[in-house]
């Protein structure tokens, strides 16, 4: 089982659920993403698969070789599975991985907001607003001792560049799953801005409810043969009445 998928977001809407009410909901285009590589313990030390997702405007040929003529991909990720043989090179993944109801953890690169002051970045309150203090309004106040530590302490909260890291919003619901148009329908905010990548996984709390959802799928479903069936035995032959004895 793969965990999660890369897809992008295409922004916010609502939906109905089936006693009427309304849920804010992110927009996802989930996919398809093509597994690039198999990652085995025996060869790499870890089981993993490398989805490629997205079209490139340039692919340089080292990268090009190593997609393998499966397309040119913009992004490369990989996501940990349970057991590397059940995937091969070329098969496609995308929403049908994910059901209604399943909770997931999403992560994006958040809006880049620029250079800001403490007050927005940090949620300062500020200083007073009276006693002459004209010109402190948003100011962040003392950032230390004097004599000892005689420096400002590292970590300190104080403006400076806000935004444009990577954010993780966890146990999102499930609200939606669109196989046919590859769409899923999230239950809340997602960070990014839109068209923006996001990187899409099971939360841990629903992961193996997912796998006992797929243990109990048929084999053949599931892409493994069935098992063979034992021949069944052979009836022992009737025997032959006994001959009536003569007189």
Do not use: W
Request: hydrophobic share 35%; proline share 6%; aromatic share 6%.
């Amino acid at each position: 089982m793969i965990e999660g998928i890369l897809g992008r977001k295409l922004g916010m809407t609502q939906v109905f659920d089936k006693s009427g009410g309304a849920h804010a909901v992110t927009l996802i285009e989930a996919g398809p993403c093509v597994v690039i590589q198999v990652k085995t313990s025996e060869s790499d030390g870890y089981a993993a698969v490398q989805l490629g997702y997205g079209t490139a405007k340039r692919v340089n040929q080292p990268m090009r070789g190593h997609l393998k003529k499966l397309g040119d991909f913009r992004y490369l990720r990989e996501f940990p599975v349970d057991d590397p043989g059940e995937h091969k090179v070329g098969e496609k993944v995308g929403v049908e991985l994910f059901q209604e109801g399943d909770y997931v953890d999403v992560a994006a690169t958040s809006k880049g907001r620029g250079f800001a002051g403490g007050v927005r970045r940090y949620g300062f309150r500020g200083g007073p607003k009276t006693h002459g203090q004209s010109d402190r309004h948003r100011a962040p106040g003392s950032i230390g001792a004097g004599t000892t530590p005689g420096r400002v302490l590292k970590g300190l909260h104080m403006a400076g560049h806000m935004g444009a890291e990577r954010v993780t919003v966890r146990h999102l619901q499930v609200m939606e799953s669109d196989p046919g148009r590859g769409l899923l329908f999230l239950k809340g905010a997602v960070p990014g801005a839109r068209n923006g990548l996001v990187y899409i996984r099971h939360s841990a709390k629903t992961i193996a409810q997912v796998r006992a959802r797929r243990a109990a799928r048929p084999a053949d479903r599931r892409g493994e043969a069935p098992p063979e069936e034992a021949p069944a035995e052979a009836a022992p032959p009737e025997e032959a009445p006994a001959a009536e004895e003569q007189a």
